[in-house]
């Protein structure tokens, strides 16, 4: 990241490399939904922990689009990581 997000390249009066490009996040999240909660396991949503990214992407203007998560993923059955992959698919057709 570091290599990408330069200043006067990404960012700053010059930076503008990022401007308008579309970024968005697939997520394989170890624990269950349930975890990524304030009163999970985590102690956090998702939304708490991908907000420096979205703060990246608004300081660099990129355009965020959100994001493609698959939970419990260390639990993950082959069924379940091939509908995954099928709803990603999908996902990253529709930014």
Not at 26 to 33: K, L, N, P, T, W
Not at 48 to 73: C, E, N
Not at 74 to 88: G, R, V
């Amino acid at each position: 990241m570091d290599e990408v997000f330069l200043y006067g390249w990404a960012y700053g009066s010059k930076g503008d490399k990022l401007k308008g490009k579309k970024l968005a996040l697939a997520i394989s999240a170890g624990m269950r939904e349930a975890d990524y909660q304030e009163e999970g396991k985590c102690k956090a949503t998702i939304e708490q922990l991908i907000l420096p990214f979205k703060t990246t992407a608004l300081y660099s203007k990129a355009d965020f689009r959100g994001y493609y998560i698959l939970y419990d993923s260390h639990n993950a059955s082959f069924e379940t990581i091939a509908t995954s992959a099928k709803d990603y698919i999908h996902f990253i057709t529709n930014l």
